[in-house]
């Protein structure tokens, strides 16, 4: 016989999160001529983890949302040396649980511009302009930011390191406790390659895009990544992350960190086309918190 444990008062049965994730995407490219390349993607979510909401989020909470991200795209090369990159992106949030307290529906309309410039077979350089506005449907601010990055792209025989430098400007339509947010923002990566393995890591810093309740952050986050290829139809990787919040949008600033946790995928081409199956697990690991109030 199954002894079920008894919950106290107050609080919810974790049982009440458990969920079925529905992913779908979308991609298609054609190269219409010689120097242009158009490109169409769809990506569709229906979940709960707040991950797939915001690179950048520390968001815990398990409130049912669906997402859908559609991003044309082009790319013309005016020679071997020069290119331009647009693209559009347009994402919508809808949260199943929207009352006061829970999620927020927003849209977000976003035009990327890149400039890249081929300094030679192993060294690029490429401009990125971004300006997107985020609107929310109810409490929450809503708000435009312009981006403008500088990269720089080298390649070794076995390794491939990047370097990113930038400044990232955030207006709220109504007035938040930080008021308007200036800020550098950078990115270091590298990828290490080998016959049958690949390592990567980067680090980086930049503001949340999904600030539900006008919370907005610095976040300082370390990405780890290995993918090991077992068989031609066998590939996993297992992948985690550290990150540092630094809060915006509050009296004070407020800081906390937390190791979230490890993810194993394994891909299994079944069909001759490769389709895969894909196995995902994730395991949590310990986590801690650090906060630190200063009020000035």
Known sequence: MTTRTRIPPGQVDADEYDYVAHNARFKAYTQFSPRLRLGLENTFWKTRDQANSDVNTNSVERYKYALNRLTPALLYEFGNKFGLGLKYTNLYTDYSDDDPGEGEDSTEHRGTMTWFYNLNTRTAFDLDLQYWNRDYDRNTSDYDSTQVMVNVTHHFNHLQLKAGVGYHNREFVRNVPSGDIDQVVWKLSGIWTMPKSS???????????????????????????????????IQGHVSGYFQNSDYETMIGKMTDGMWLWAEITAFFPIFWW?????????????RAEIMIMNIS
């Open 274 to 286: 490769g389709c895969p199956a894909v196995w995902k697990k994730e395991i949590p690991m310990s």
């Open 199 to 233: 390592m990567e890591l980067s680090i980086g810093s930049n503001l949340n895009d999904s600030g539900t309740g006008n919370n907005y952050y610095n976040s300082t986050r370390v990405d780890a990544k290995f993918t090991h290829r077992f068989t031609p139809r």
